[in-house]
């Protein structure tokens, strides 16, 4: 159903990349659907929705989807007050939306069985965390003489290489992130609390024009470093505390991320030792980081640093894709990461951001990270910014 007061009106795109450039990106989505065999994609993650067309909301807590068929053009199905989006960010002109007393996963089988579909092989992203089992259970009803044939990774197969442009919107956020991380340090000193470290990043990564990341700024303070993923909680900061930064910078939905560790005054010998590891193992990652090589193997030049160190690094990843990002998660992980039996190879200009965290729960983390490009024949590092354990109140 057509939204009322849209009408017709010409109005001029606001598009983030050229039109050659997401033809490219449909062309090569196209050829991977045919190695599947597939006649049409239904399209659900933000990420590859915006990858493939330029269009974006925070409005995605509600159904949208972009239909991708073998030939013609794809089509935008969103909800109604989001057709405004579709029409005005997205290179793609076909368009349809549902009011909110209506079916969504109706108007979705309805254009599916328009256009032709009703009894194709239809790709669908089953790891999409946008299609729940009961919406694609309620598509197959409303299409029971078509075949479901599982489309997930095709996207996001595409999404790993990044183009020049999509680099240049990550080196502007990895700027973002370095601002970020120098306010930080200019504002932690005894008596101020994590949220007013928060917030000074926060102005910092905005005025410099980075937009809202996938997730939020993480600041965490004394044994508070120690805890996973910890966003600012009103702590107030004391001398001898260890404080955890980690900041990603946002231009045009591409991220670029920076993690480092600061002492309030001069740091406890231990929490140096740790940051001396966890840097070191940073820096023997990124030097074995070229093309053709196993994500594994660069992983465990990692964890072998570490425990050479005296610390753990058996279990967890260090390192994951990074590139187009809404939340609840700026990086992308998910399709590519640095860890334990990780086979695939490393290919130019893939992106990661590469944390390398030393920990000892109860006492802190001590983490170094950067955001890299793997080159022709090697790694150039993106985020441009001291690695070393910082004491504040400090110059930067």
């Known amino acids: ?177 370095e601002a970020g991380m120098r306010a930080a340090l200019r504002t932690i000193r005894a008596g101020v609390t994590e949220d007013n470290v928060a917030a000074e990043v926060q102005k910092a990564v905005t005025d410099l024009g980075s937009e809202y990341p996938g997730l939020p700024v993480f600041v965490a303070s004394g044994v508070r470093s120690s805890l996973a993923h910890a966003t600012w909680a009103g702590r107030k900061l004391e001398k001898g505390d260890p404080v955890v930064i980690e900041i990603s910078g946002t231009i045009k939905r591409y991220s670029g991320a920076l993690m480092r560790t600061a002492s309030v005054g001069k740091p406890a010998a231990k929490l140096q030792k740790m940051n001396d590891v966890s840097r070191k193992a940073l820096e023997n990652m990124m030097a074995a980081i070229r093309p053709g090589r196993p994500a594994e193997e660069c992983w465990k030049i990692w964890a072998d640093t570490l425990t050479r160190g005296g610390f753990e690094g058996r279990f967890k990843r260090t390192g994951y894709s990074i590139g187009i990002n809404f939340p609840p998660d700026w990086g992308e992980g998910y399709i590519l990461s640095f860890k334990r039996g990780e086979r695939r190879l490393l290919q130019p200009n893939m992106i990661f951001h590469i944390p390398s965290i030393v920990k000892i729960f109860g006492y802190a983390d001590a983490p170094n990270s950067e955001t890299v490009r793997v080159t022709k024949s090697g790694c150039e590092i993106v985020t441009k910014f001291p690695r070393k354990l910082f004491a504040c109140p400090t110059e930067v």
Request: aromatic share 10%; charged share 25%.
């Open 1 to 177: 159903m057509k939204v009322p007061g849209l009408g017709t009106a010409k109005i001029t795109k606001d598009l983030c990349f050229s039109v050659p450039e997401f033809k490219g990106r449909l062309k090569r989505v196209r050829k991977l659907m045919a190695e599947r065999n597939l006649d049409v994609l239904v399209v659900t993650t933000p990420e590859n929705i915006f990858y493939m067309s330029g269009y974006q909301t925070p409005g995605y807590y509600c159904k949208q989807c972009l239909i991708v068929p073998m030939n013609g053009d794809p089509i935008h199905l969103t909800r109604g007050t989001e057709e405004t989006n579709a029409r005005m960010l997205s290179w793609i002109d076909r368009t349809n939306s549902y009011m909110d007393h209506e079916e969504p996963v109706e108007l979705f089988a309805e254009t599916l069985r328009q256009d032709g579909f009703a009894n194709a092989r239809i790709g669908v992203e089953k790891i999409s965390w946008f299609l729940p089992v009961k919406d694609f259970e309620m598509l197959q009803q409303f299409l029971p003489t078509a075949s479901f044939i599982d489309g997930s990774m095709i996207v996001e197969q595409c999404r790993l290489i990044k183009s020049p442009a999509e680099l240049a919107y990550i080196r502007r956020a990895a700027r973002c992130a």
